[in-house]
């Protein structure tokens, strides 16, 4: 789509207002908006300032001044809101030298699409991530001096299996029991139509979605899979999938988290990424008669993830709360392993077909509280890692390595237990990020910096209510 045809949409469509958005540097959408009377192709051309210094991981208040220039291709009409909108999803520069700004996150993702074909390796990635998440219908938290506390409530959640009904609010049962929410029909699955309507409005939007199932914790845990798409369109999806669910929840009047673990001792949320390469049409990652039909290519991008993962972590688990989901149990890809259709293994490798299009590897670490653009560009350079340098991923383990004996188990490496710990892993170990230009220092050190000013600190510093239960009488 050129910026004529936008043009043209939004005078066919009967647009109102023209909605501008990018991804801060944490991974949030942020937007602004115009009367569609303002909206010409200098838009395009020109681009429109905003203030760095006010967005998360950018510009110093004394370097504040930036452009968003739109991209024509990422028009879509937003399906919620009264005014008809028109949304642009848009890159960031720098006014000054008029180039790509090196903390943009989308301009990551652009860069590693580049990366690969210059290398000659691929032409084109293919991603395809499973975003889990909880609809809640009462949320309550706050922190003070004095006071800390969450709460989260859910009709659907087990708990409230022996609450008392009243009239207006009667107890009808039919609840999934605490780690068997897989699947069950309604009415134990209350969320069937909700998801059904979160669907059409990505679809609305131009998302493929393949197929919308309950998950498994109780409480309202669902997942909704897209197809799989090329790099940047597929992070570019992820937050309309996320924008999407949590408006069609809001409607309805409940609320979506992606947050990897609201629940304790029931299965988090993960966002397992399936990835491949492809060449010419052809599947790089396919032939047929090696173990799971994994070419050399595929065994060597895998060895690439496991040597860096616990890197890879820092951007793909990036959070205090991703390290409650990666624990032993409740489906945590905790062990630095690989196996074919062995969920215990961190990557896995799907045998539902054994078709070429099909082949592919399933990182099943990150979670959905990552940056997409810089998630799936820090996957894709440990893996071309991995097959530049020819790393063995070691034999595969088709185990249930949450069962192994004692010795046995030892001698598997598992995923470091907290956000310090992987952050130090990023700090010591990312000169894979910076090939090719794909990321850079500032990016890299900017993260950092933020998450352990921001997140990290902040967290370690408050007491923690288990506390008061371990030490308030000693």
């Not at 960031?92 to 030298?97: A, H, I, M």
């Not at 396919?286 to 070419?295: E, H, Q, V, W």
């Not at 598992?414 to 500032?442: I, M, Y």
Request: net charge negative; hydrophobic share 35%; charged share 25%.
């Amino acid at each position: 789509m050129t910026p004529k045809d936008v043009i043209k949409l939004a005078e066919t469509k009967g647009v109102k207002i023209v909605d501008f958005r990018f991804i801060d540097l944490p991974g949030t959408w942020q937007h602004f908006s115009m009367p569609v009377t303002e909206f010409d192709e200098s838009v395009f051309t020109d681009g429109l300032g905003f203030d760095g210094s006010s967005i998360r991981g950018f510009q110093t208040i004394d370097e504040s001044d930036m452009l968003l220039m739109p991209d024509p291709a990422t028009a879509q009409l937003d399906p919620f809101t009264e005014v008809p909108t028109l949304v642009l999803i848009c890159d960031v520069r720098d006014p000054v030298t008029g180039q790509a700004y090196s903390r943009d996150p989308r301009y990551v993702a652009k860069k590693v699409e580049a990366y690969v074909k210059k290398l000659g390796i691929a032409d084109t990635i293919f991603i395809g991530p499973e975003l889990e998440f909880f609809v809640f219908d009462d949320v309550r938290f706050d922190q003070t001096y004095n006071c800390g506390y969450y709460f989260i409530d859910s009709d659907a959640g087990f708990w409230n299996s022996g609450r008392q009904g009243t009239p207006e609010r009667p107890n009808l049962g039919y609840r999934p029991k605490y780690k068997q929410g897989y699947f069950p029909v309604p009415p134990a699955d209350q969320f069937q139509d909700l998801r059904s309507q979160m669907v059409l409005a990505l679809e609305s939007v131009g998302v493929k979605v393949e197929i919308h199932h309950h998950e498994v914790a109780t409480g309202g845990q669902g997942e909704i899979d897209m197809r799989f798409d090329s790099l940047l369109k597929m992070a570019d999806s992820v937050l309309w999938y996320k924008y999407c669910l949590k408006n069609t929840a809001r409607k309805a009047g409940k609320t979506v988290t992606f947050m990897p673990k609201p629940l304790f001792q029931d299965n988090g949320s993960g966002m397992h990424t399936h990835q491949s390469l492809w060449k010419d049409g052809k599947n790089l990652f396919y032939k047929t008669g090696g173990y799971a039909d994994l070419s050399d290519m595929a065994r060597w991008y895998i060895g690439g993830i496991l040597k860096h993962a616990p890197a890879l972590c820092g951007l793909i688990a990036p959070t205090t709360n991703s390290y409650r989901r990666l624990v032993p149990g409740y489906e945590a890809p905790i062990n630095l392993a690989y196996s074919q259709r062995n969920r215990s293994a961190c990557v896995r490798i799907p045998m539902y077909s054994k078709s070429e299009k099909a082949k592919r590897i399933e990182f099943r670490t990150p979670d959905p509280t990552c940056n997409p653009y810089l998630a799936f560009a820090a996957c894709v350079m440990a893996g071309l890692d991995g097959v530049q340098n020819k790393i063995d991923p070691g034999k595969p383990i088709d185990k249930d390595l949450y069962d192994l004996p004692a010795e046995e188990a030892k001698s598997i490496k598992q995923l470091p237990g907290s956000l310090e710990e992987v952050l130090n892993a990023l700090e010591a170990d990312h000169e894979f990020l910076l090939k090719g230009d794909v990321f850079t220092k500032d990016v890299i050190e900017s993260w950092i910096e933020y998450k352990r000013k921001m997140e990290l600190d902040p967290v370690r510093l408050r007491p923690h209510p288990w506390e008061f239960a371990l030490y308030f009488d000693i």
